[in-house]
């Protein structure tokens, strides 16, 4: 029901700063939550960053006070604002979007994600 696209991702230096993209399409009633999650090689997948449809948000340990989650609800677009990165922020970056539907219900939807590499 939903396509889900990340953007923004590239190659930054450690103490700079990078803005991520999600962008939902698709067919759907509302948008629940939209999510960051991350995944370094080798490990599973982190939880980074999520925001309601009333704008609440809340974060990872890991992230917390250095990454925002803001939206744009006439876009279906979240961002993910990314400050003083380190070289333990590289991973893919994978955006996540539950979405409400009356014939599916509540689901899932992911991206494919955007390559974050923090590197001097």
């Known amino acids: 029901q939903v396509q889900v696209v990340e953007s923004g991702g590239g190659l930054v230096q450690p103490g700079g700063s990078l803005r991520l993209s999600c962008a939902a399409s698709g067919t759907f009633f509302k948008i629940n939550v939209m999510a960051w999650y991350r995944q370094a090689p080798g490990k599973q997948r982190e939880f980074v960053a999520r925001?309601?449809?009333?704008?609440?948000?809340n974060y990872g340990s890991s992230v917390e006070g250095r990454f925002t989650i803001s939206r744009d609800i006439a876009k279906n677009t979240a961002y993910l604002q990314m400050n003083s990165l380190n070289v333990d922020d590289t991973a893919v970056y994978y955006c996540?979007?539950?979405?409400?539907?009356?014939?599916?219900?509540?689901?899932?939807?992911w991206g494919q994600g955007t390559q974050v590499t923090v590197s001097s």
């Open positions: 996540n979007t539950n979405a409400y539907w009356w014939t599916t219900g509540s689901q899932d939807y």
């Open positions: 925001i309601t449809s009333a704008g609440s948000t």
